[in-house]
């Protein structure tokens, strides 16, 4: 009896143990990119997860999990033109986001854009 106590002890000494050094939240890695002006606007792109981000042509084109986004100054293009979006000519600040699958467009403040990728 008194060897089946220790050994329910241990056990549940060391679940607790794992649990305290792996810790219970998740953490997912996050890419950001935030450029200080693009044709006289400001862009800023969040990925939830790892992605690459380059320039072509004058274009910012984000890639990520097998998707690609170009961003110009007039659309945003997703997938190569599987959807494109456009942006206001007018616009001083874009925000982009992908978190769990949706795309997020936001142009000064105000929601542009909220769809699944």
Do not use: W
């Not at 050094?21 to 996050?30: E, F, S, Y």
């Amino acid at each position: 009896m008194k060897h089946t106590f220790i050994r329910l002890f241990s056990s549940i000494t060391l679940v607790v143990l794992l649990a305290a050094v792996t810790g219970c939240g998740k953490h997912k890695a996050i890419s950001r990119m935030t450029t200080g002006s693009t044709g006289g606007r400001q862009l800023s792109v969040v990925i939830d997860g790892k992605a690459q981000f380059q320039t072509r042509n004058g274009d910012h084109v984000v890639t990520f999990r097998g998707h690609e986004l170009v961003v110009g100054n007039e659309r945003l293009v997703v997938d190569r033109d599987r959807k494109s979006f456009g942006i206001p000519a007018a616009a001083k600040k874009v925000d982009i986001e992908v978190s769990d699958g949706v795309l997020t467009m936001s142009v000064d403040g105000s929601l542009l854009i909220k769809t699944p990728i």
